[in-house]
């Protein structure tokens, strides 16, 4: 079966996922953000490489950091950046998605950057759209959030300098999300040796182990001696379809908390794809203590951004 | 009109032939095998050296889409696909709209087939009215019209009360209940079989229990019941084992396989393939194992193609979000010759399951070659090779996951009634 990201030449055509995404191209992404950020400041300058290019954010999912941050980083490369916001509303007219694809194809749009409540949406338009249109992923149902799963890769290199001496551990609701599902195929591609989930059964996808992944139900030993502790999300709603009793008996067991990171490395970093729910996944004075390298993921997702963008549009940094 | 069909290799499962024998049909019916009969002149002779001659295919499952879904595909179109791929006889499920619920729509149905005097149409009856699971169909009244069987195709039937008294009901006059098994609680939402695809693809997964819960209480009410039952589109090892030990135990019960199971995996979705997108879904290798090993020992009585013919626009969505079902009807004679391939089954047997077992499960004297029988007949080359190109088929449907695949065995001759409705 044909990689649908890369082209005939093996490069780079579409960032759908980082399952088959190869490790020269996930580290050429990481070595070309690293060169937007000055060193020391994290500042990043604008520079013209997509100049007259034009970026349509299109979101039929809501979303407020992963849009902005795609934003900034289109506009910190000069592109010109459309945000279409569409909801429920031109699906709701009864025009599908892939028409509002081509409707936008034919404004001169020369990269999409999609999110998508269902998964595979990505994928379908990437194999609808001419092959000079590129679409990136920006999170399609609970399958890839790739450019999320980037940026996490791009904090942990910055932070451990290296990936193959890592133990990893992935927390919460690993069944909804498609951050965990393109955490875990980054990490392993870059070769960290373990790596770990830790949820109760009803959050897990059945056979999560073929994913190359250790499972843990124990918070305690989930998080014995690792070097990153990565938080997912827990959506309020999860509590409706019988997965669990109530958010407090989940932050009680699995809540990140002081005490429970002591089991951690005493140099581990706490990492979290956000928004957070504070007092429900990850408790305040851990969100907010020295181990917690939450918003610096903020701000190198926009230059992992930028390397995807840039790279996409065939442009050398 | 008199036909004789010359020097072809006869496979005749419902009679045990398997050999070179001459086909003499007088009128609408088989006449004679092997030699002519008596003062016979044949007003057409078939030239079938080197071709197979079989009884035209039953499959008991497939969609004509009518009424209501006629922007998906018509009886007309449908038809031509049937007798294209040698199908001379279909069962097609109630989930019309409205459903198959009423006398007057079995009779509209079987009407229009008739004229169009291609295949043989026969409608099986939805189970409960408007198929929601509550209410009993007027069965005497449908199967005075015409309906075989009865059954809620797809749909939920929940209500286990509902479901215990549909089948008293139906086994007070023998009549034939089709169930699909599937738990609509553990299947809820769910589009791809719970195991490593849908896992790494991130779609909503249904479990094998989903199938096999279900199938438990149906076999349960069965035997409660004495019902004549029919499970339809198994999809898993676990189902098949259950089944098979039912059977051995003395139940009256039969089922059948979708070609698309016979074939494909959970694999096959690969990066979201929609095509793939099927009910019930593509399970996984040991399933696959497990539904081959039933239709070789003879557990599993019929494959079918459960045909599903969906619009283009139904199918060009995200892979949960686009309508289940594939079309089936061309491909099914030669997946069954692929299956008997692979596996080394000798074709008496094979053909069996898509001739006179599934005639046997729609309670019809058909299927077969005897003396006196319709002369319903599928003459093919079983060496002649071709690749599924959605744009050819006749099935308004062009949805296939078999789409680019090489096939062997093709279509030369299709007679229904003694009448050649077929030719390429």
Request: hydrophobic letters at 45%; proline letters at 5%; a negative charge.
């Amino acid at each position: 079966m044909n990689n649908p990201q890369l082209n005939k030449h093996g490069e780079l055509q579409h960032l759908l996922s980082t399952e088959g995404l190869p490790v020269r191209i996930m580290r050429d992404i990481l070595d070309r953000a690293s060169t937007f950020l000055s060193p020391g400041s994290h500042e990043i300058d604008k520079i013209p490489l997509l100049h007259g290019k034009s970026v349509f954010n299109i979101f039929f999912e809501n979303s407020t950091r992963t849009r902005t941050t795609f934003e900034i980083a289109a506009k910190k490369l000069s592109a010109d950046v459309v945000n279409l916001n569409i909801g429920a509303s031109s699906t709701s007219k009864g025009e599908t998605l892939l028409d509002t694809v081509d409707n936008l194809c034919a404004m001169h749009a020369d990269m999409f950057v999609v999110r998508h409540s269902s998964s595979g949406a990505a994928h379908l338009i990437a194999r609808h759209v001419a092959p000079s249109i590129h679409v990136i992923n920006a999170g399609d149902g609970r399958h890839a959030h790739p450019t999320q799963a980037l940026l996490d890769m791009f904090t942990i290199r910055h932070y451990k300098k290296e990936f193959h001496n890592l133990t990893v551990a992935i927390v919460g609701d690993v069944l909804h999300s498609r951050v965990a599902r393109s955490q875990i195929h980054a990490l392993t591609t870059l070769g960290v040796p373990e790596v770990r989930v830790v949820a109760p059964k009803t959050l897990l996808p059945t056979q999560v182990e073929k994913l190359g992944v250790r499972v843990f139900h124990d918070m305690g030993q989930g998080l014995k001696d690792v070097d990153v502790v990565m938080m997912l999300r827990l959506q309020n709603e999860r509590m409706q379809g019988a997965l669990l009793p109530s958010a407090q008996e989940f932050f009680k067991y699995y809540g990140l908390t002081q005490e429970r990171l002591a089991q951690a490395k005493p140099d581990a970093i706490v990492m979290h794809p956000g928004p957070m729910n504070r007092g429900v996944e990850i408790d305040s004075s851990v969100a907010d203590g020295s181990h917690a390298v939450i918003l610096p993921q903020v701000t190198f997702g926009i230059a992992v951004r930028m390397a995807v963008m840039s790279m996409l549009a065939g442009v050398s940094a | 009109m008199n036909i004789q069909i010359k020097n072809g290799h006869l496979i005749d499962p419902g009679n045990k032939i398997d050999a070179v024998q001459d086909v003499f049909i007088i009128d609408k019916r088989i006449a004679a095998i092997g030699k002519a009969p008596q003062g016979f002149v044949a007003a057409q002779v078939i030239d079938a050296s080197g071709l197979v001659v079989m009884p035209g295919l039953v499959d008991v499952a497939a969609r004509l889409r009518e009424p209501g879904y006629e922007y998906k595909a018509t009886l007309e179109s449908e038809m031509s696909a049937a007798v294209a791929g040698g199908v001379t006889s279909l069962a097609c499920p109630p989930d019309t709209d409205p459903p198959l619920d009423e006398p007057g729509l079995v009779e509209m149905l079987k009407h229009r087939a008739r004229a169009l005097n291609q295949c043989r149409v026969f409608p099986v009856g939805a189970l409960t009215t408007g198929l929601d699971g509550a209410e009993l169909t007027e069965m005497i009244e449908l199967s005075e019209a015409g309906c075989k069987a009865f059954s809620q195709a797809d749909a939920a039937l929940t209500d286990t009360r509902v479901l215990l008294r549909a089948m008293q009901y139906a086994a007070t006059f023998g009549y034939r209940v089709w169930l699909r098994p599937q738990d609509s609680f553990l299947a809820k939402n769910g589009v791809a079989h719970d195991g490593e695809v849908a896992t790494r693809l991130g779609l909503p997964p249904i479990p094998v229990v989903a199938e096999t819960i279900a199938l438990a209480t149906m076999l349960q009410l069965a035997r409660e019941t004495s019902v004549t039952l029919h499970i339809c589109r198994i999809s898993s090892a676990d189902a098949v084992d259950m089944i098979r030990t039912a059977k051995r135990e003395g139940l009256k019960v039969t089922c059948d396989v979708s070609m698309n199971h016979v074939h494909l995996t959970e694999m096959d979705i690969g990066f979201f393939d929609a095509n793939c997108h099927l009910l019930p879904p593509l399970r996984s290798q040991r399933d696959r194992a497990g539904l081959r090993a039933g239709l070789f020992d003879g557990t599993i009585d019929a494959i079918c193609s459960n045909h599903s013919p969906v619009d283009d626009d139904a199918k060009q969505l995200p892979f949960a979000e686009a309508e289940a079902g594939a079309t089936g009807l061309e491909l099914l004679l030669p997946l069954v010759l692929k299956w008997a391939d692979q596996e080394k089954v000798p074709l008496l047997h094979a053909l069996s399951r898509v001739t006179s077992n599934p005639a046997q499960l729609l309670g019809q004297k058909m299927g077969h070659l005897s003396v006196g029988a319709h002369a319903d007949i599928c003459i093919f080359d079983p060496v002649a090779s071709w690749k599924v190109e959605p744009g050819a088929l006749k099935s308004q449907g062009k949805n296939t996951p078999f789409n680019g695949y090489e096939m062997q065995g093709r279509v030369r001759y299709t007679l229904l009634d003694g009448q050649l409705v077929f030719q390429p």
